[in-house]
């Protein structure tokens, strides 16, 4: 009967917190103030309330003069550190970074830089995920520093992405419990920023698909099971270190032999390496979606030059850092 009530005022709980948080702006830069700042007793701090409540009954019952000075005197101090708390937040500067894209399975690293105009340093900022509880205890996953005056300091937290795609990023928050532990200082920020999530690429994929051949050549390339094009010469004085086919460089000189071959720049140019989502031969579409990642890294690590087909989408062969970002960005979006 008693676990019956929980699931209800649960779902109610979750309500209210998405119904609080769709009020919220969208900013990657937010300042704290007295609106957006929240402050209420931990448990340490209800317990002092209770502490102070019987002891004022105590001096009461019994005129005792040194209970009302110790009395006042705690309660004094809980009523300072009130104030201390939620200076120590208020007035405090967040800003976000963009963060970079990562694969599937991996964590997004925020970047938020702290800064503070005041002329006296912070002490114990948390700042993390927000959780569930927003007024609960808090969590032990927390990335914690101190902001020195007049200055700020770089924090690093990390979030993991349900699954590849166009992710916005979740509600976090930052609070304090200094000085006293005896109250929860904590704001609610909801960043503007977005993450990008790669597919997570094939753990040990197949060879590369044949080249196709250009419009007006005969014959199409073969990919050998290592992942290099077929049509290499013998190495000439002058060839770019990257047409280099080092892994026949690394059998030859584990053999004994010294002699280094390069890829036949004739052969390449008349034949295109396409990563085709249909030809991937998967079962189902994230399994291709992995395969073709794993493609991409692999063409891109040996310096080719490759196409993407995708469904209603191409990519015309190309190479380099941009043109691999914009393939693992179209495989994100598929």
Known sequence: MRAGWRHPLRALRGRLQRWWHS??????????????????PTRPGWMLALTLLLLLVASINYQLNLGYLLTFLLAGCAVVGVYVCHANLRGLTLHLSPPAPVHAGQAVAL????????????YGIG????????????????????????????????????????????????????????FRVWTVWRPA??????????????????????????????????GEFDGVRAYRRGDPL?????????????????????RDALSTQRQQLWLDFAHAGASDTEARLS?????VLMAEGLGLDYGLRLPGHELPPDQGPGHRARCLEALALV
């Open 193 to 226: 920023a977005q993450a990008l999530v790669y597919p997570a690429p094939e753990a040990h994929p197949p060879p590369l698909p044949p080249g196709e051949p250009l419009a007006g050549s005969s014959g199409a390339a073969r990919v050998q099971s290592t």
């Open 242 to 262: 990257k047409a280099v086919v080092w892994k026949k460089a690394a059998q030859a000189f584990a053999g004994g032999r010294d002699d280094l071959v390069s």
């Open 291 to 295: 395969r073709l990642t794993a493609w």
């Open 111 to 122: 970047d938020i830089r702290l800064s503070s105009e005041r002329r006296r340093p912070r």
């Open 127 to 182: 700042l993390g995920v927000l959780g569930e509880r927003i007024a609960g205890p808090a969590d032990a996953q927390l990335a914690w520093t101190d902001v020195p005056a007049q200055g700020s300091a770089p924090l690093q937290v990390a979030w993991a992405p349900p699954a590849r795609g166009l992710h916005r990023l979740p509600p976090l928050t930052a609070l304090t419990l200094f000085p006293l532990g005896t």
């Open 23 to 40: 009020r919220l702006p969208l900013t990657d830069t937010l300042v704290l103030t007295q609106r957006n700042v929240y402050i209420l």
